[in-house]
């Protein structure tokens, strides 16, 4: 279940537009800052985090199917897999 997961994951990213999944990719998997992001794409760093909260959103929608446990209906801590998470970008933000 959760090689079937990462494999989703790595195919709705990759469905995202172009510019979310830049944003996406560069601030989640390669760790770089908004600012960083923001000189590399030529954007200003509110329209980073504009963008990436966009791609999340979409990413979100897609994921929910997967994100909960059959018991609660709450969050599958235990089944996400190991790999960055979508939710990486908010400890980044703060």
Same mark, same amino acid.
């Given at each position: ?19 979310? !999944? ?24 509110? @329209? ?9 959103? !979409? ?30 970008? @908010?400890?980044? !933000? @703060?």
């Amino acid at each position: 279940m959760a090689e079937e997961l990462r494999r989703y994951i790595a195919q709705r990213v990759s469905a995202l537009p172009p510019r979310q !999944r830049e944003v996406l990719i560069l601030l989640v998997y390669e760790g770089l800052s908004a600012e960083e992001v923001g000189e590399l794409l030529d954007m200003r760093v509110a @329209n980073v985090y504009a963008t990436l909260y966009q791609a999340r959103q !979409r990413l979100r929608i897609e994921l929910a199917p997967f994100m909960t446990d059959s018991a609660g209906g709450g969050p599958a801590a235990r089944t996400r897999p190991t790999a960055p998470s979508v939710e990486k970008c @908010n400890a980044k !933000r @703060n």
